[in-house]
């Protein structure tokens, strides 16, 4: 295959980056701009947490590529 491309190898950091932006801004605006009963540490644990969660998981993923 002589015109075979190589993919980027950060396009998955790149897509889960704004899927999890997009997702975060419309979870926080609906537990903090709304009457959203939920306890704050919920809220918290959604908003920063589990993001977090994701990128360390993202990158152990990559660096454990070759």
């Given at each position: 295959m002589p015109n075979a491309r190589t993919r980027n190898?950060?396009?998955?950091w790149y897509?889960?980056?704004?899927?999890?932006?997009?997702?975060?801004?419309?979870?926080?605006?609906?537990?903090?701009?709304?009457a959203c009963q939920a306890p704050g540490i919920i809220g918290a644990g959604v908003v920063f947490v589990i993001p977090a969660v994701y990128l360390v998981l993202m990158y152990l993923t990559f660096k454990s590529q070759d």
């Open positions: 190898p950060l396009l998955p897509i889960g980056i704004v899927i999890i932006v997009a997702l975060d801004i419309w979870v926080a605006t609906q537990l903090f701009s709304s």
